[in-house]
């Protein structure tokens, strides 16, 4: 069964910093891995997809790394700004059951 | 495409009530997910649909939790007769495909519904 973990479950910086977030995955046969944020009271919005066959992906100032063989996966969140903050969280789907599996996310403040 | 739609909002009633929420995925999608989020426990696949037949509904926590996807743009999760430990936010989500190939494998979320059982 496939299990996902984020580390750091809270994180606290200054505006301006650049970031990393991590998750990790037990089972490596994946077909993708989603990242999403979640702003508080409101539902999950998609950041950036890498499909199983991709290193990584990049929307703007976010970039996702994906290394299957060591089972995890960063967020990189570049000049970090208030606006970031949120709770990110990733998604595996495996191999098979084409069921995603969330992490129990990364809560990030950016303060001015 | 205006996204996943759910309703209600936000649901508030007495322990014992039946309790009915809808989802109306991205109109093409084949997959449709509920899943149920807490602070304890985080987000739990309660059940999905694959071409509106359901696939795995391992997650659904007891006989009291339902879902059916009566057609392609419609699906209802119910919950007979509710306890306070059901006060969760319900999430209903839809993708396009399964195959790695395919550039389909969104995951697109609903707003949730917030249900609160007194």
């Known amino acids: 069964k496939q299990e996902v973990t984020q580390i750091p479950a809270a994180l606290s910086v200054p505006e301006g910093e650049n970031l990393v977030l991590n998750c990790s995955f037990t089972d490596s046969a994946i077909y993708n891995l989603q990242w999403f944020r979640q702003d508080p009271g409101k539902g999950l919005t998609s950041l950036l997809l890498?499909?199983?066959?991709?290193r990584e992906q990049t929307s703007g100032r976010l970039n996702a790394s994906l290394d299957k063989s060591s089972g995890r996966s960063t967020l990189y969140i570049a000049a970090s700004q208030p606006g970031d903050s949120a709770t990110y969280l990733c998604?595996?789907?495996?191999?098979?059951?084409?069921?995603?599996?969330f992490g129990r996310g990364t809560s990030l403040i950016v303060h001015p | 495409d205006a996204g996943v739609i759910q309703s209600p909002r936000h649901e508030v009633t007495e322990m014992g009530q039946e309790v009915t929420l809808r989802c109306k995925p991205i109109?093409?999608?084949?997959?449709l997910f509920w899943y149920r989020q807490t602070m304890m426990r985080g987000l739990e696949l309660l059940i999905y649909?694959?071409?509106?037949?359901?696939?795995?509904d391992s997650g659904m926590p007891e006989d009291r939790f339902s879902a059916k996807m009566p057609n392609a743009s419609f699906s209802t999760l119910k919950i007979q007769p509710s306890e306070p430990r059901d006060s969760a936010v319900y999430f209903c989500?839809?993708?396009?495909?399964?195959?790695?190939?395919?550039?389909?494998?969104?995951?697109?979320f609903g707003a949730g519904s917030r249900l609160t059982v007194l």
């Open positions: 989500a839809s993708k396009q495909g399964a195959s790695p190939g395919m550039g389909a494998n969104v995951l697109t």
């Open positions: 998604a595996v789907t495996s191999g098979g059951s084409y069921i995603p599996t």
């Open positions: 649909f694959n071409n509106n037949v359901p696939i795995d």
């Open positions: 109109s093409g999608h084949d997959y």
């Open positions: 890498i499909q199983s066959s991709q």
